[in-house]
């Protein structure tokens, strides 16, 4: 059985910093893409940050850029999100996903995505 597991979500004041962290079990993602959204209340579930199997390409959401960095750990089927200078528009349920496809294009949408965690909630204080 295929898992994904977010940890280090909470809360925390604007300005301050969290490090998220998806661990995957059930088999190997090294070769996929995987991602990282987020859903606030009401809204959409918005892309966050993707990144290559490799590691050696990332993208990103135009609002997150310049504080959010996305990592991976292929020797540990792990991947982080490192969240830096954070603001209360970034409070959401942050969910990891994974590309079910080895070698796949790194995708931007929700729907390019097969697994899915159950989410970690990131709340920032003004």
């Known amino acids: 059985q295929v898992q994904l597991v977010e940890s280090g979500g909470g809360l925390v004041q604007a300005g301050g910093s969290l490090r998220l962290s998806c661990a995957a079990s059930?088999?190997?993602?090294?070769?996929?893409?995987m991602g990282w959204f987020r859903q606030a209340p009401g809204k959409e579930r918005d892309f966050v940050a993707a990144?290559?199997?490799?590691?050696?390409?990332?993208y990103y959401g135009d609002s997150v850029k310049g504080r959010f960095t996305i990592s991976r750990d292929n020797a540990k089927n792990t991947v982080y999100l490192q969240m830096n200078s954070l603001k209360p528009d970034d409070t959401a349920i942050y969910y990891c996903?994974?590309?079910?496809?080895?070698?796949?294009?790194?995708?931007?949408?929700?729907?390019?995505?097969?697994?899915w965690g159950q989410g970690t909630q990131v709340t920032v204080s003004s």
């Open positions: 996903a994974a590309d079910g496809n080895p070698f796949g294009r790194v995708g931007r949408r929700a729907i390019e995505y097969d697994y």
């Open positions: 059930g088999r190997t993602f090294s070769r996929n893409a």
């Open positions: 990144i290559s199997w490799s590691g050696l390409s990332t």
